[in-house]
């Protein structure tokens, strides 16, 4: 097939929440020497694949992931069901509402949440729970609906690319059916187009009609080295820009960037306490540390989210 | 995001290697009222999701699997650098080029010269084998190169739904790395939008540099009631149109049309010994027998290749 060359050009201003400076300059400069026929750094359309993560990268995740949130009021809106859940400490917690009593059971205190309030239900119910949570639930801090809990600047640059022939993948640690459900209204992003940790999934008899059922057991973590595994299995492609905000992202900008002819990695630096939340090597959540030591001499672009961004979330 | 609801029309013929009957109409019918805005039956751009089955549905699979023979070939031109590839009856099968050595073990003969030809490499060298196979490598009957022998009036249709606003997606039981190499110059479907089997794959340091290889372990395999789940796994949508040629799509084409609203599924029955090979119940490879028994009362489109194709490799 004929690759598409041509170029996508516009009057409107480029990443108008960006602030000038050298961050935005170094993405602007990569997108034009990319995409401009007859650059030596011209790279065909098909080839012009960006994968972003989510948590952190294109919404926020403090004081921790929101899905955890929808996770934690699922299972306590379903206790009275659930009788059973009482006989589990860290099911338990999360019907008190103890964050710390589910986060100090580390990975598997969120994985067994995870399991009671994404499993035992088709695909469709699952996609409609989370709707309907996201339609009411609000932040505890900012009393922000969580969907509007993204980031302008980051939403502006996922359209930029697009517009100059970039196909935009979300490549998340967190769960992939989770963000199917908003991740097209928040980021023009389509399902088919989303990377994510899945559970098993089955196709069964549901109430007389053929359904996938979540089922509780883990399929893929899409972290660390399993973001370019997942990057692999699910695009079949060495992506030419990546973005993430944590060390857990250190693997797909590594996999990313070292790839051939011209590549940008992106890392999101939580600068930002006023508007949004400061944090790097100390969080749990987000932890940001090699990444921060290796990226500048790696020509990792760090984005300082509070002097490189004029706003953080949409007005 | 705002739905794209503009139609895409053309004057050119459509589906023109498609001879004019009831299947032909069936499928421009189906297209016709999905995509005009203002009918009961249209269905926004976003949700257009088509899936097709690729061996004997998009191209050739007789006399045995294309991808088996690029196995064989591999194995026997790596054998002398593998002596102990003689010690496996399976691989001396290949190595000998006695393909009911291989098929007589059934399906775990074939796996065992899927990994012995797939893994312990890198997914770059495993692309680059297939790419320069299917420069030289010729079908043993008709002389032609593998990716020549592909169906012109599947092309067509391909073509025809992408220019009317849907996403098509491969969903193969073959190997989804085998298919990406060159499923997008064959039928203009990008890597990214091809489901299949799958062997594991890690994050590995090669030469240097970072990279995946390719493990020899089974990660998923993409038939039956797999199909569904690959298709919930990889999409997270339940397409509206589903294309396939044997019992092991019977499970995709079910999932597809029970869902609500408009459906369309399609099975190509080889009926053409002539122009290609004739087979339905009795073959092992492609084996249809269920499909034909409740395709027609489940309202699919059952192709009949001898009377609905006025032409079946492109000229
Ligand atoms: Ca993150
Ligand atoms: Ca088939």
Redo the contacts between chains.
Sequence with gaps: ?PEAQKEVKSDEPKLPSWNEGENKNAILDFVEKTTTVGSSDFVPE?DR?AVFDNDGCLWSEQPFYFQLAYAIDYVKKEAPNHPEWNDSPVLKSAIDGDINGILSKGEHGIIEVVMASHTGMT?EEFSQNVKDWLATAKHPETGMAYNQMIYQPMVELLSYLRANGF?T?IVSGGG??FL?VWA??AY?I?????IGS?IK???EEVDG??A?VKTPEL?FIDDK??K??GI??????RPIIAAGNSDGDY?ML??TT?GSGPRLGILIHHTDSEREFAYDSLSPIGNLKKGLIDGPSLGWVIVDMAKDWSQVYPK
């Design positions: 097939a098909k694949i695909a196909k993948f992939i059916d199917r097209e209204e023009g389509p399902p088919y187009q989303v899945s999934a089955q196709y009609k053929k996938i399929n080295e399993g370019p595994v692999h299995q699910h695009i079949g492609m693997q590594e996999y070292q």
